[in-house]
């Protein structure tokens, strides 16, 4: 199936640092999103981007869904510990066809 | 409202065993999915179902049964366990019949040996 390209896998920032990550793929997608994950948990929606350009805020986070519908991004801004977690993205391709990205493992350095 | 719940949280089968994940939501949502998870990889969709009575095949179904008789139950029967099966699986449901906005249950660990 079509994959997501999601990096960096991993992150090591120091809090108070902002945080960029990305999503690519070959192929287009009319939803994007954006999910936090915490160990032992479930995915929790954190970012939903439904036009192409979009540009969404939910607090320090802020995601675009790229102009071509084939890329999006999630940046973090002011990183603290709390923010420690694997965030995924996700897009839709057709009604009932959602993919994953593998995740960006982020941990935060007090 | 406790949301999405899903037991059990652990289980460890061996070969060939068959066991069901249980899924439950009180939100009244229409759309119900299950997602299997592995290590460096994103999830991947198994069964989903957009209202009681109906569902289909995601990306990965082999190996998995589903039933949707109530819109609050959807539960995932793994037929005969093999190993490749060991994986984190997660229910989730949404509003509406598409995928938009899912909220995820807890998750249960599932070992096969």
Redesign the interface.
Known sequence: ?QQ?N?SPQSMFIQEGEDVSMNCTSSSIFN?W?W?KQDP??????LI?LYKAGELTSNGRLTAQFGITRKDSFLNISASIPSDVGIY?C?G?LG?????????TRLTVKP | NAGVTQTPKFQVLKTGQSMTLQCAQDMNHEYMSWYRQDPGMGLRLIHYSVGAGITDQGEVPNGYNVSRSTTEDFPLRLLSAAPSQTSVYFCASSPGNSLYEQYFGPGTRLTVT
């Open positions: 199936g997501l999601q939803t999103l999910y032992g948990e479930g995915p929790v929606l939903a995924f996700a839709q009604n009932n066809d959602m993919r994953f990205g593998a995740g």
